[in-house]
């Protein structure tokens, strides 16, 4: 028994080059969608960034106020 063809359809979406809004949603009331997504993942940020980057700071004040004191001893 042979294949039988079977014909594909294809979907194509453009937009329009005259079209100027295409991403006026993406940045609409910027601040409040970020304000939103911190209240809602307010402990992931704290664990990966606020926390990580203080730390960071952190140890290299610890490290130039050694490297201050190094000749001292």
């Known amino acids: 028994m ?4 079977v014909r ?3 979907v194509t979406y453009t937009i329009s080059p ?3 809004s295409v ?3 993406l940045f ?3 601040p409040s969608k970020i304000h939103h997504k911190f209240q809602q993942h307010w402990v992931d940020v704290g ?5 990580p980057t ?4 952190w140890y290299a004040n610890q490290y130039k106020e050694k490297e201050k004191h190094e000749h001292r001893y």
Not at 47 to 51: C, E, I, K, P, T
Not at 54 to 57: D, I, K, P
């Open 2 to 5: 042979g294949k039988l063809p």
């Open 47 to 51: 664990l990966f960034f606020a926390l």
């Open 8 to 10: 594909l359809k294809e």
């Open 28 to 30: 609409k009331d910027l």
């Open 23 to 25: 991403l006026s949603g």
């Open 54 to 57: 203080y730390a960071t700071f």
């Open 18 to 20: 005259f079209e100027v």
